[in-house]
């Protein structure tokens, strides 16, 4: 029904930037709230970011100050763009939506697969 794939994960140095994409496509009447998500090895599933359909956002303390979300609702894209990176935000990140896939229906979530972030020297 509704795919999401994520891109722009890598490996970079701390202190670098990177700018993740989230491309949603599929049966969508309209996508709600985006948000990033991260996994690190050994580590649950933590909330980093959210977005709203009308641009409101939220971030979690520890990055703050450092990484952005937004979105382009004409292509469906949501983006985390990440500067001064950490070792410590090394991990897998996933993107989630809340879509609403017809007029009338009711909200589903969807995740993407996820993408590597490596932050190392």
């Known amino acids: 029904q509704v795919q999401l794939v994520e891109s722009g994960g890598g490996l970079v140095q701390p202190g670098g930037s990177l700018r993740l994409s989230c491309a949603a496509s599929g049966n969508i009447f309209m996508i709600w709230r985006m948000g990033w998500y991260r996994q690190a090895p050994g580590n649950e599933r933590e909330l980093v970011a959210t977005i709203t359909n009308g641009g409101n956002t939220d971030y979690a303390d520890s990055v703050k100050g450092r990484f952005s979300i937004s979105r382009d609702n004409d292509k469906n894209t949501g983006y985390l763009q990440m500067n001064s990176l950490k070792p410590e935000d090394t991990a897998v990140y996933y993107c989630?939506?809340?879509?609403?896939?017809?007029?009338?229906?009711?909200?589903?979530?969807?995740w993407g697969q996820g993408t590597q972030v490596t932050v190392s020297s």
């Open positions: 989630n939506a809340d879509v609403q896939l017809q007029i009338g229906s009711g909200r589903y979530g969807f």
